[in-house]
């Protein structure tokens, strides 16, 4: 009897998460679900390329013209100058670990705070996003 007393609490908790779930989509605009879906996912994937010290993948979301604040210099340079700087960082600094500390998603674009862990050194990394076209590019990266 508690056996099937426990099933049906879980389905009844299944249920009312799932009305919950269809309740809230069906008050947002599929538009916006869908947005929120891509900045995730972006978000995501700029995370995973830094963790992973991939220089050529996250500079792939970076606009033509990025800043990049590094602990000894700041400078506006473009991607591909970008990709050797930051290669030169991740050779120099072994990802071993990004954590997300913070996320802002703005009609504007998307900020993220974090901190990378290599070997003895943690970095603060924060980047900031605008929408342009139909994609969202990093326009400043920040490496403390």
């Known amino acids: 009897m508690v056996k099937n007393m426990n099933l049906k609490m879980f389905s009844a908790k299944k249920m009312i998460l799932l009305t919950a779930v269809l309740a809230a989509l069906s008050v947002c605009p599929q538009q916006a679900v869908s947005q929120v879906v891509v900045v995730d996912s972006v978000v995501d994937c700029i995370t995973r390329t830094i963790a992973d010290g991939n220089a050529d993948s996250l500079t792939a979301f970076f606009n033509k013209r990025v800043e990049l604040l590094m602990p000894d210099y700041s400078v506006v340079s473009s991607r591909n100058r970008a990709k ?30 974090g901190t990378l862990d290599s070997g003895i050194h943690r970095y ?8 342009q076209s139909s994609q969202q590019l990093v326009y400043q990266f920040s490496i403390e």
């Not at 603060?124 to 929408?131: A, D, G």
């Open 84 to 113: 050797m700087i930051l290669n030169q960082f991740f050779t120099k600094n072994k990802p071993t670990q990004f954590t997300v500390l913070a996320q802002n998603i703005s009609p504007d674009g998307i900020s993220v705070i």
């Open 124 to 131: 603060r990394i924060s980047f900031l996003t605008k929408q």
